[in-house]
């Protein structure tokens, strides 16, 4: 859909819980406020109080879900690259248990900037300053295989701002969101959310980076966080990362070069020596892909985050050119984009080291033809002058 913006109704008449949504690819706004409390198009915000189950990246023409088919939720409601008419909230949630589930989406463009009066919504009082994201008020979701980037606020929880709630988050990425307090996520008065396979990295704030309140339940595990201030207690189940070493291919650029998440060019995506890399929990795991249509799980476990990283099993020689392999698994082919033309070598091998194949390809597109091919893992060498890559393809 590329940046093509539809309006999708913040609520969706008739839903009750129990309910399934399918969202399918495309980056949508919302279209009012919630209980239309206000005339302010600021207002405007995608809006829970039922535990649906709301599922994005689907494919209408098979209905089923496909993350290669990303489902933005996107508070930018006006000109591009200028925030300050940028929604206040994008989605806001009362009262849900764990039987909601936001499964397979992108958050972003929400600025938790307001003051004056509040938002109400099923009884509940929403600050204009808090939570640009998601802001959860008695309410404990299950979100899965999402990112949260580029949300803020002027006081506390860019990415997610928590009151009462306790969410359980699994196979997420929160980043490049900002605030005064916790720029990933704030907690108050909440007991506990539940991390699962999540990363919070190069979120800023005036005082605590990613997370503002205590973050260690007793099922959190296999997370990863740059942050520890503000009284955050990562000794449960946290891989430290640092500020320094960016642990994605480009965190500054999170949809990557084509503006489009849920892609193959995505920033988010683990770089090849990433610690984010195999340092997961298989176990909170029900996916066959990420949410860009690639193998959940690559190598000897999942990679923490939404992503994973699909770079090679290994390199020899100098590492002189950033590689995209890319879709994986596949039921036809798979493409490897490079980032300035390259003339490669490729040899296919099946799974016992037969070799199948050899190619040589020129250009920044190579595409490699596995239709003819059983169901099964194959491995890719890849030569490009000096540097050597193996990759793993999965047919399907």
Not at 75 to 86: I, R, S, V
Not at 94 to 104: M, N, P, R
């Amino acid at each position: 859909m590329g940046n093509c913006q539809k309006r999708l109704a913040s609520r969706i008449r008739p839903r009750k819980a129990g309910d399934e949504i399918h969202v399918a690819s495309g980056t949508y706004l919302p279209t009012d406020a919630p209980d239309d409390s206000t005339a302010d198009d600021r207002d405007k915000a995608f809006h829970l109080n039922a535990d649906v189950v709301l599922k994005g990246g689907y494919n209408p023409d098979t209905d089923t879900q496909d993350y290669t088919n990303p489902s933005i939720l996107s508070g930018d409601l006006g000109m591009p690259d200028d925030d300050t008419d940028n929604a206040f909230h994008v989605l806001i949630t009362v009262s849900l248990t764990a039987a909601a589930t936001i499964d397979g989406f992108s958050i972003s463009g929400g600025n938790a900037n307001g003051g004056g009066s509040n938002l109400i919504y099923s009884s509940q009082t929403f600050f204009r300053l808090f939570g640009g994201g998601l802001y959860n008020i008695s309410s404990s979701p299950t979100i899965t295989n999402s990112t949260f980037s580029g949300n803020r606020s002027s006081a506390d929880g860019g990415g997610m701002f928590n009151s009462s709630s306790s969410p359980t988050i699994t196979n997420s990425t929160f980043s490049g969101n900002s605030a005064k307090n916790g720029g990933g996520m704030y907690n108050d008065d909440s007991s506990f959310p539940t991390l699962n396979n999540t990363v919070l990295y190069a979120n800023t704030a005036d005082a605590d980076d990613n997370l503002y309140g205590t973050i260690n339940g007793g099922s959190s595990s296999h997370n990863a966080s740059d942050g520890t201030d503000g009284g955050i207690n990562l000794l449960s189940g946290f891989v430290a990362l640092t500020s320094e070493e960016d642990p994605f291919t480009d965190s500054t650029n999170p949809a990557g070069a084509d503006g489009i998440f849920g892609t193959a060019d995505d920033g988010l995506i683990p770089h090849g020596t990433s610690p984010l890399i195999d340092a997961g929990d298989d176990t909170k795991n029900d996916e066959e892909t990420d949410i860009t249509g690639g193998a959940r799980v690559m190598d000897s476990a999942i990679d923490i985050g939404a992503y994973e990283g699909q770079s090679s099993l290994h390199s020899d020689g100098p590492v002189v050119e950033t590689i995209t392999l890319y879709p994986n698994p596949t039921s036809s082919a798979v493409n490897l984009s490079y980032a300035t033309a390259t003339n490669t070598n490729y040899s296919l091998y099946d799974i016992s080291g037969k070799r199948l194949a050899t190619y040589e390809q020129s250009g920044t597109t190579h595409q490699i033809d596995v239709s003819g091919y059983e169901k099964s893992t194959y491995i890719l060498k890849a030569i490009s002058g000096l540097q050597v890559n193996y990759y793993r393809i999965v047919k399907k």
